[in-house]
């Protein structure tokens, strides 16, 4: 299978395989790789991959996108990255809350956010991808995180050789406990610097990195090449899509759906990758029928889905979800390739590039809504979905998992439409334990995350992950603070 950027208007050159995608992560011209062919998932299939445990389902479909990779070497990468050392109890548990809400909890990793599903297995991909290019640099990470992205990327890529990572996050847009897991962070190849501005500062910050080739060239000089662990990497966006596979396997299994019925996804949604994992895990024949993309008071992209306009000029909020506190979703470039072909999608980006919104045709948006449904949460909306799942539903959830349900709900109560929904779970509530605490019914006295983590346990009647509360006894290594322009400072 080969790979074509979003933006490329001729279907037949510029072709890559994935350990090249996989190793550049962003094309040459500023587009996104994605696969020039969807493999075909049959429902026989689906019924094989039910009967085999996670990281053997991973292997399965990863092996779908990454033809070039040995499938003996992909299976032991999955066995590594999925073991029970790394995801004590499974990888990602499907837990009922009611008889039509099921919360697939992708949170029980290292840094317990569901990035982890992605980012414990790309470095694997990423050092293999190297070897199988006959790379001799050294390859640099660049990641820009609202929070999550960025511990587990430092994680996953930690003291691996022939790779240096380096993440940026917004200065105060991200939990006081995100903050201290990358502040603390181990490994002898890991940077972290914090940026002036919001996510997007310093996204955009990463981007105009990767497309300055004076920096390229000052980089290849000193031995090494810019790559990236965000999900714009196809390597990060791949492993997703199998746990919206495995989901529906374990629905089978438990015998809330028989084979071929179809199911709703609901997703807490920034840059739009972990939503896109899971069309793409619909355009493979996977029977998802509606999509239901939940965004907090960011809501650019439920005004997308409504209205066919993208406008990221607006008022930026900080909110208690600070990992979808983003107003350019990435991945939202190759849901319109796939809807709309390359040649609209280059005009698309053209346009947000220079006047920051576009404006797609009546009949592709017609197509967006023929399978997505957008929503969003008030802070005040969050809150109160957050207190009422606990007290009524017994079910603790973070910020960002909150923000779902209550765009779940919104969405039974206009449709009526009562289908078994997967609502994705993608952070343990004791990274965002302020927040949580305040929602279920009292305010904190302050900050401090042993005090926080303390008082969730008191509450809630459950314990902190046991990573969490490791970090509380690690030494801060990384303090440093740049504004955006100066980003490269960091490196080199």
Request: glycine share 6%; aromatic share 8%; proline share 4%.
């Given at each position: 299978?080969?790979?074509?950027?979003?933006?490329?208007?001729?279907?037949?050159?510029?072709?890559?395989?994935?350990?090249?995608?996989?190793?550049?992560?962003?094309?040459p011209d500023g587009?996104?790789?994605?696969?020039?062919?969807?493999?075909?998932?049959?429902?026989?299939?689906?019924?094989?991959?039910?009967?085999?445990?996670?990281?053997?389902?991973?292997?399965?479909?990863?092996?779908?996108?990454?033809?070039?990779?040995?499938?003996?070497?992909?299976?032991?990468?999955?066995?590594?990255?999925?073991?029970?050392?790394?995801?004590?109890?499974?990888?990602?548990?499907?837990?009922?809350?009611?008889?039509?809400?099921?919360?697939?909890?992708?949170?029980?990793?290292?840094?317990?956010?569901?990035?982890?599903?992605?980012?414990?297995?790309?470095?694997?991909?990423?050092?293999?991808?190297?070897?199988?290019?006959?790379?001799?640099?050294?390859?640099?990470?660049?990641?820009?995180?609202?929070?999550?992205?960025?511990?587990?990327?430092?994680?996953?890529?930690?003291?691996?050789?022939?790779?240096?990572?380096?993440?940026?996050?917004?200065?105060?847009?991200?939990?006081?406990?995100?903050?201290?897991?990358?502040?603390?962070?181990?490994?002898?190849?890991?940077?972290?610097?914090?940026?002036?501005?919001?996510?997007?500062?310093?996204?955009?910050?990463?981007?105009?990195?990767?497309?300055?080739?004076?920096?390229?060239?000052?980089?290849?000089?000193?031995?090494?090449?810019?790559?990236?662990?965000?999900?714009?990497?196809?390597?990060?966006?791949?492993?997703?899509?199998?746990?919206?596979?495995?989901?529906?396997?374990?629905?089978?299994?438990?015998?809330?759906?028989?084979?071929?019925?179809?199911?709703?996804?609901?997703?807490?949604?920034?840059?739009?990758?972990?939503?896109?994992?899971?069309?793409?895990?619909?355009?493979?024949?996977?029977?998802?029928?509606?999509?239901?993309?939940?965004?907090?008071?960011?809501?650019?992209?439920?005004?997308?889905?409504?209205?066919?306009?993208?406008?990221?000029?607006?008022?930026f909020f900080k909110?208690?979800?600070?990992?979808?506190?983003?107003?350019?979703?990435?991945?939202?470039?190759?849901?319109?390739?796939?809807?709309?072909?390359?040649?609209?999608?280059?005009?698309?980006?053209?346009?947000?590039?220079?006047?920051?919104?576009?404006?797609?045709?009546?009949?592709?948006?017609?197509?967006?809504?023929?399978?997505?449904?957008?929503?969003?949460?008030?802070?005040?909306?969050?809150?109160?979905?957050?207190?009422?799942?606990?007290?009524?539903?017994?079910?603790?959830?973070?910020?960002?998992?909150?923000?779902?349900?209550?765009?779940?709900?919104?969405?039974?109560?206009d449709t009526g439409?009562?289908?078994?929904?997967?609502?994705?779970?993608?952070?343990?509530?004791?990274?965002?334990?302020?927040?949580?605490?305040?929602?279920?019914?009292?305010?904190?006295?302050?900050?401090?995350?042993?005090?926080?983590?303390?008082?969730?346990?008191?509450?809630?009647?459950?314990?902190?992950?046991?990573?969490?509360?490791?970090?509380?006894?690690?030494?801060?290594?990384?303090?440093?603070?740049?504004?955006?322009?100066?980003?490269?400072?960091?490196?080199?």
């Open positions: 299978m080969k790979y074509i950027s979003t933006r490329n208007q001729n279907k037949n050159e510029n072709l890559v395989s994935s350990a090249e995608a996989i190793k550049k992560g962003l094309a587009g996104l790789y994605m696969p020039t062919e969807i493999p075909e998932l049959s429902l026989e299939a689906v019924a094989s991959l039910a009967k085999l445990p996670y990281e053997e389902r991973a292997t399965e479909i990863l092996s779908m996108f990454l033809t070039d990779y040995d499938k003996e070497k992909l299976a032991l990468d999955c066995r590594t990255a999925y073991g029970e050392d790394r995801f004590q109890g499974g990888a990602a548990p499907l837990v009922k809350v009611t008889d039509t809400h099921f919360s697939l909890e992708l949170w029980h990793g290292p840094t317990c956010a569901f990035k982890d599903m992605a980012l414990q297995i790309m470095p694997r991909l990423l050092s293999r991808a190297l070897v199988m290019t006959e790379e001799t640099r050294k390859a640099h990470i660049l990641v820009a995180t609202s929070g999550d992205t960025g511990k587990a990327a430092l994680e996953g890529y930690r003291d691996v050789d022939g790779i240096d990572i380096t993440v940026f996050y917004p200065v105060d847009g991200v939990s006081p406990m995100q903050k201290l897991q990358m502040a603390t962070q181990l490994g002898e190849n890991v940077n972290v610097c914090a940026v002036y501005g919001n996510f997007d500062d310093a996204q955009n910050g990463v981007k105009r990195i990767f497309s300055d080739k004076a920096l390229a060239n000052k980089a290849e000089d000193a031995g090494f090449f810019f790559s990236s662990a965000n999900s714009i990497n196809w390597g990060r966006l791949a492993p997703q899509i199998v746990y919206y596979v495995s989901a529906y396997c374990d629905l089978l299994n438990a015998g809330e759906i028989s084979l071929g019925d179809k199911i709703n996804v609901c997703v807490p949604t920034g840059n739009f990758g972990n939503i896109f994992a899971g069309y793409i895990a619909r355009e493979m024949g996977l029977p998802i029928d509606k999509m239901i993309c939940a965004s907090n008071a960011n809501c650019v992209l439920t005004d997308f889905i409504r209205g066919g306009t993208y406008d990221r000029t607006r008022e909110t208690m979800s600070p990992s979808m506190d983003i107003l350019i979703s990435s991945n939202l470039e190759r849901l319109l390739w796939l809807l709309a072909g390359p040649e609209e999608t280059a005009r698309c980006m053209a346009e947000l590039s220079a006047n920051g919104k576009y404006t797609v045709s009546e009949e592709i948006l017609a197509k967006l809504q023929s399978v997505f449904y957008g929503y969003c949460s008030t802070e005040e909306e969050t809150a109160a979905c957050l207190k009422d799942t606990f007290e009524n539903k017994k079910y603790l959830a973070d910020t960002h998992t909150s923000v779902a349900i209550d765009c779940y709900n919104k969405y039974v109560s439409d009562m289908t078994k929904t997967v609502v994705v779970s993608t952070a343990s509530p004791y990274k965002f334990p302020y927040d949580v605490c305040s929602s279920i019914g009292k305010t904190p006295e302050n900050e401090e995350p042993a005090y926080l983590l303390g008082l969730l346990e008191e509450l809630s009647g459950t314990k902190a992950p046991a990573a969490l509360s490791a970090t509380l006894s690690l030494p801060v290594r990384f303090k440093q603070v740049v504004a955006a322009p100066e980003m490269e400072t960091v490196i080199f």
